[in-house]
């Protein structure tokens, strides 16, 4: 069975600081796939980031990076030069060849609080 | 704009009736998936098609279908619904079956059961 773990329940960073968002994740599967989706309150489901894990680069878009452990299957967010817009929950998923297909499997949330 | 879109945007109904959730992908993908999201149990994988076909079920409940039409546009059907039914219910949509290929999300249905 796969399992995606969001241990922080909420977080708050100043605007312009930098945050990082946990996940850790458990899968037999070798090749599979890790995304971090947000989700503002507008409710939509908007793609932030992905990662391949067969590759050792970390992935970055803009503002966003991650810090792919896999050996210790973690699989971390960071957000830097924080902005009000990012204020949102933070869904890590992970996406691998199990009886489920090619669904995502989601961790909990973690709601991020940006404040001024 | 994903370009997933999905109607109703929201839905009251009782307990004990059917609805009917519609999901048009964007152009060009040919898989649809169905996620259900609520307090209790997050974000969880419903079913997917792809071209037409059932591909993979994940939690969904035995009075709960689905159905992907030849223009590609899905339908998830629920009936003899319950109160513990009500969640927000996204489709996400992909080119292909690939697990590299992104899923990118409609702005969900809120379905609200009385």
């Known amino acids: 069975a796969q399992t995606v773990t969001q241990s922080q329940p909420e977080m708050s960073v100043q605007e312009a600081e930098t945050v990082t968002l946990s996940c850790t994740y458990d899968t037999s599967e070798s090749d599979y796939y890790l995304f971090w989706y947000k989700q503002p309150p507008s409710r939509q489901m908007i793609l932030v980031i992905r990662q391949e894990a067969y590759k050792q680069q970390n992935a970055t878009e803009n503002r966003f990076s991650v810090n792919f452990q896999k050996a210790a299957k973690s699989f971390s967010l960071k957000i830097s030069d924080s902005q009000l817009g990012d204020a949102a929950m933070y869904f890590c998923a992970l996406i691998s060849n199990s009886n489920s297909g090619y669904a995502l499997n989601f961790g909990k949330g973690t709601s991020l609080l940006v404040t001024p | 704009d994903s370009g997933v879109t999905q109607t109703p945007k929201h839905l009251i109904t009782a307990t004990g009736q059917r609805v009917t959730l519609r999901c048009s992908p964007r152009s060009g993908d040919l898989s649809v998936y169905w996620y259900q999201q609520s307090l209790d149990q997050g974000l969880q994988f419903l079913i997917q098609?792809?071209?037409?076909?059932?591909?993979a079920k994940g939690n969904i409940l035995e009075r709960f279908s689905a159905q992907q039409f030849p223009d590609l546009h899905s339908e998830l059907n629920l009936s003899s619904l319950e109160l513990g039914d009500s969640a927000l219910y996204f489709c996400?949509?992909?080119?292909?079956?690939?697990?590299?290929?992104?899923?990118?999300f409609g702005d969900g249905t809120r379905l609200s059961i009385l």
């Open positions: 098609y792809y071209n037409g076909e059932e591909r």
């Open positions: 996400a949509s992909s080119v292909d079956v690939r697990r590299n290929q992104p899923q990118h």
